[in-house]
């Protein structure tokens, strides 16, 4: 398993207007995938994740941390 499979990041995972689910990643700028249902929207955001932290270790770019509070108002 490569090591970036094992760092865990927050999603926030949410419908679309388009019907489709959407899944973002706060800490990783602009990784963010959809799919039909809440499941194929999460796989498809993983295989983002992966490419997202590939790409910056191929760069040589510091890996973001992933700490967010998250409050409802």
Not at 29 to 44: F, T, V, Y
Request: charged content about 25%; aromatic content about 8%; overall charge negative.
């Amino acid at each position: 398993m490569n090591a970036q499979k094992q760092i865990k990041r927050t999603v926030l995972l949410y419908p679309g207007e388009d019907g489709y689910w959407v899944a973002e990643v706060p800490s990783l700028p602009g990784c963010i995938s959809q799919g039909e249902s809440r499941d194929k929207a999460l796989e498809n955001v993983q295989e983002a994740i992966e490419i997202y932290l590939e790409s910056l270790i191929k760069d040589g770019e510091l890996i973001p941390e992933d700490f967010y509070e998250v409050i409802h108002i």
